[in-house]
């Protein structure tokens, strides 16, 4: 037992549920963050240490006698640059390379960071991936090129919208709405033959393919509440795509 | 194919953008998606698209568990970006669609063959990293 050094107990299972919040909220698989906990309970002289992780909400208890504590996470992103820093973290502190205030410094600082990328690059990138998406799906060039300005023009809207509004549905719908709209207008005018090509391109940014994948996934590992709410959430952002679409298509077709 | 290959390669790094994966693996992500998509391609046309999903996953695993040991990473930053061209994003996409067009039974099969796809992704992902484990306890 190094507690003497690490600080109190009270200060390991929150360094503990730091580093957990920050892979949470950023995209790390359930089982990595629950893994990372506890290595670095162990670390830090508790081996005995549990953890439960869903998307929402992390359990952390250092011992039988410990109450356990919890830490409710309401908003989620996908940033592998932090995962990939706590990882870091986490091996340094169980190779006994830093002391804990130093990691305690350290994932305070990767939790104040502000997005690797600035959000023109993200726009960008997405222009970038909904063309190429068109292209993967068998489009011609002359349907990527307008997919290219409806995929960067969605994916900024739904960026947009969702800071206006809040509710992630409800920015998707919109988004998808205006990629539909968009493609139509884009067709009607001779840029692009394929109004569908030119959706699925565009689309291809905001849709939750990963998460569907993470979700059969953690079914698989056995996180059962993981893996269902997971596919809520995938299920919900899907059907937001859908209806947006749809709902432009019944009107201009 | 090389048009294809390109495609797939620019859209997983752009992907890795959207996902804020480190400056320096975006070279990798954008390997590792035009490896599995090349797998896909040489497969679809034999075998089912099941099947091809499967072992195109497995080759992005197995890609992303060396690059995630010779950078020290989480295999999930180069995994993501890799199998970013065989989720099945726009099938679900589709089938949502046609749900809301009232077109059920091709929305049924639409989103049976998404889910589908998505399971033989996560099991090519197991696969690969039961595999990673065997080889590191083989050596150890």
Redo the contacts between chains.
């Keep these: 037992m190094n507690n003497a050094e690490s600080g109190t107990t009270y200060e390991i299972i929150d360094l503990c549920l730091l580093a957990g919040k920050i892979m949470l909220q950023n995209g790390a698989e359930t089982y990595r963050v629950e893994d990372t906990m506890t290595r670095m309970a162990a670390a830090l002289g508790f081996p005995g240490a549990h953890s439960y992780v869903t998307p929402t909400v992390i359990m952390f208890t250092t011992s039988r006698t410990e109450q356990p504590k919890l830490f409710r996470i309401e908003e989620r992103t996908t940033d592998l640059q932090k995962v990939a820093e706590v990882n870091d973290i986490s091996r340094c502190l169980s190779q006994r390379q830093i002391t804990s205030a130093q990691a305690r410094e350290r994932l305070a600082l990767v939790d104040d960071a502000a997005h690797a990328y600035p959000a023109w690059l993200q726009i960008m990138a997405a222009a970038l991936a909904g063309g190429c998406f068109t292209i993967i799906f068998k489009g011609s060039f002359w349907d990527a090129l307008p997919a290219l300005f409806v995929s960067g023009l969605g994916y900024a809207s739904a960026v947009y919208f969702q800071r206006l509004v809040q509710v992630k549905f409800f920015a998707e719908l919109t988004a998808s709405a205006l990629i539909g709209l968009l493609s139509f207008l884009f067709v009607q005018a001779g840029i692009g033959a394929e109004t569908d090509k030119i959706i699925i391109g565009s689309v291809m940014p905001l849709v939750p393919g990963l998460l569907i994948t993470n979700a059969v996934r953690d079914l698989m590992a056995g996180h059962l509440i993981s893996g269902l709410s997971k596919g809520a959430e995938a299920f919900l952002t899907a059907f937001a795509i859908g209806t947006g679409i749809g709902l432009v298509l019944s009107f201009v077709s | 194919m090389i048009?294809?290959l390109i495609?797939?390669f620019?859209?997983s790094a752009?992907?890795?953008?959207?996902?804020?994966?480190?400056?320096r693996t975006l070279l990798q992500c954008g390997i590792a998606g035009m490896l599995g998509?090349m797998v896909y391609l040489l497969l679809d046309p034999h075998w089912k698209s099941v099947v091809a999903t499967f072992f195109a996953t497995v080759v992005v695993g197995v890609v992303s568990q060396i690059f995630a040991r010779s950078f020290?990473?989480?295999v999930?930053?180069f995994s993501?970006g890799g199998?970013?061209?065989l989720?099945?994003?726009?099938l679900?996409?589709?089938?949502?669609?046609?749900?809301?067009?009232d077109d059920y039974t091709t929305a049924l099969q639409t989103a049976v063959q998404?889910?589908l796809l998505?399971?033989a992704?996560?099991?090519g992902?197991?696969l690969s990293e039961v595999l990673g484990q065997m080889f590191r306890r083989s050596k150890s």
């Design positions: 048009l294809q495609a797939s620019i859209a752009m992907f890795c953008i959207l996902f804020n994966t480190p400056r998509w020290k990473m989480p999930i930053i993501v199998i970013i061209p989720v099945p994003g726009g679900a996409y589709d089938a949502m669609r046609r749900f809301v067009e998404a889910l998505s399971g992704i996560a099991t992902l197991v």
